[in-house]
C-alpha cells in the first residue's frame, strides 16, 4: 500500500486548499480512511475520517470549514479546506486502515495506532 499526499502550499487567512491523496494497493471496500495533522513539538491529531459506506467524521475545529471525501473509482482522497485559519498550519498526512471500518463519531475515538498506513504528508501554511 502506498498513499501519496498533494496539494499543500501556504495562503492566506480566509483561504482555501484542497488536499489529495492518491492511494495504491489499497482496497477501500469495508475499510476507512482518514487525514491527520500534525505541528512541530505536539502530537498528530485526527482531522477527519471517512468510511467505505461514506460516514464522515472531523474534529470540532474543522467542522463547517473542511469536507473529506473519496473517489474510489479514482482511487483519491481528498481534504476540501476552507475559511482556513494561521492554527491550521501544520503537515497534513493521509492515513488508511486495515479493513476496518469507521463511523460517524470516529475522531473522537480514533488515533494514530488505529492506523496502518500512512503517507508522508503536505505542508499548509496559512498566513495571517
Known amino acids: 500500500v502506498q498513499l501519496v499526499e498533494s496539494g499543500g502550499g501556504s495562503v492566506q487567512a480566509g483561504g482555501s486548499l484542497r488536499l489529495s491523496c492518491a492511494a495504491s494497493g489499497y482496497t477501500y471496500t469495508g475499510s476507512c480512511m482518514a487525514w491527520f495533522r500534525q505541528v512541530p513539538g505536539k502530537e498528530r491529531e485526527v482531522v477527519a475520517t471517512?468510511?467505505?459506506?461514506?460516514?464522515?467524521s472531523y474534529t470540532d475545529s474543522v467542522t463547517g470549514r473542511f469536507t473529506i471525501s473519496q473517489d474510489s473509482a479514482k482511487n483519491i482522497l481528498y481534504l476540501q479546506m476552507k475559511g482556513l485559519k494561521p492554527e491550521d498550519s501544520a503537515m497534513y498526512y493521509c492515513?488508511?486502515?486495515?479493513?476496518?471500518?469507521?463511523?460517524?463519531?470516529?475522531?473522537?475515538?480514533?488515533?494514530?495506532?488505529?492506523?496502518?498506513?500512512w503517507g508522508q504528508g503536505t505542508q499548509v501554511t496559512v498566513a495571517s
Open positions: 471517512i468510511d467505505s459506506g461514506g460516514a464522515t
Open positions: 492515513a488508511a486502515r486495515d479493513l476496518l471500518r469507521c463511523g460517524p463519531t470516529a475522531t473522537h475515538f480514533l488515533d494514530v495506532p488505529d492506523f496502518k498506513y
